[in-house]
């Protein structure tokens, strides 16, 4: 099989893999419908960013299922769950966010596991994520109130030669070290904007996660997404790409552009 990874915008991308369309964090509203995030340390930013680069239509054709890492509302939103059919498969990350699914209608919900669950001949493995700075969860997401959990993923099939790991919403930790020694991926998506906050620091990963990825998993082909779309981010694309010529990444390191597809 051919593994495809289509960056739509922030978080949200179609992986094709084992021959199955997944859509993952689907997040389809309109540029500037949320307002800005009072915490940021960039101030006065609405989210997201941009526009869709494509149409909903366009996105959702061929989906198979949806992975909803964990339910932010740059992850999952209304817009999404009035546009994706509610009969659709979707997997969120544990018993919490699947009921908070099905009370949106939607009646095929399933939950990621640690030793993996089978979906049209594609296992998908739970993987940790730790979304802001150690011990210091509670006193970021309880005030908001806000879940502080997210779920990555490892996807395996016997019909692809190679691995894909979905790191989502975290910064280096021990669990994401734990996940590539475990499943030894070829492919890993770093959510890599470092959105941070103000009096706190970074929240998903920044240069200097992405560096311990890659000494982690040297020969793996790493990928940059939830690039540029939501306001409290400070890595850019372009200081990205500022790094990765700097530094000699250009084989190791893929930063797509919103409506790109990378072909894996």
């Known amino acids: 099989m051919s593994m495809t990874f289509k960056q739509i915008r922030s978080a949200t991308a179609v992986l094709t893999f084992g021959g199955v369309r997944f859509l993952i964090d689907p997040w389809f509203a309109d540029k500037g419908a949320f307002p800005p995030i009072p915490i940021a340390k960039t101030k ?34 209304s817009t999404a769950a009035e546009a994706i059919p509610k009969d659709m498969p979707l997997f969120g990350q544990d018993e919490i966010d699947a009921e908070e699914l099905r009370k949106m209608g939607f009646s095929d919900v399933r939950i990621l596991r640690d030793e993996g669950v089978v979906f049209k001949g594609v296992t998908l493995y739970r993987t940790a994520c730790l979304h802001g700075q150690p011990g210091r969860i509670a006193e970021l997401y309880d005030p908001l109130p806000m879940r502080g959990e997210v779920a990555g993923v490892v996807f395996v099939s016997p019909n692809e030669p190679k691995k894909f790991y979905l790191a989502a919403d975290t910064i280096w930790f021990e669990g994401v070290r734990a996940a590539i020694e475990c499943h030894r991926p ?6 890599a904007a470092e959105a941070s906050c103000e009096n706190y620091g970074r929240i998903i990963m920044g240069i200097e996660d992405i560096e311990a990825v890659h000494r982690a998993a040297p020969e793996a082909t790493l990928i940059a997404t939830h690039m540029d779309a939501v306001g409290h981010a400070e890595l850019s694309r372009a200081d990205l790409r500022r790094f990765i010529v700097e530094n000699h990444y250009e084989k190791t390191l893929l930063v797509p552009e919103d409506g790109e597809v990378l072909s894996l």
Not at 51 to 60: H, K
Not at 186 to 191: C, D, K, M, S, W
């Open 44 to 77: 006065g930013r609405a989210s997201p960013m941009t526009d869709l680069p494509v149409s909903v239509e366009e996105i959702l054709a061929g989906v198979d299922a949806v992975v909803v890492t964990h339910l932010h509302f740059d992850h999952f939103d």
């Open 186 to 191: 070829e492919v890993i998506a770093l959510n």
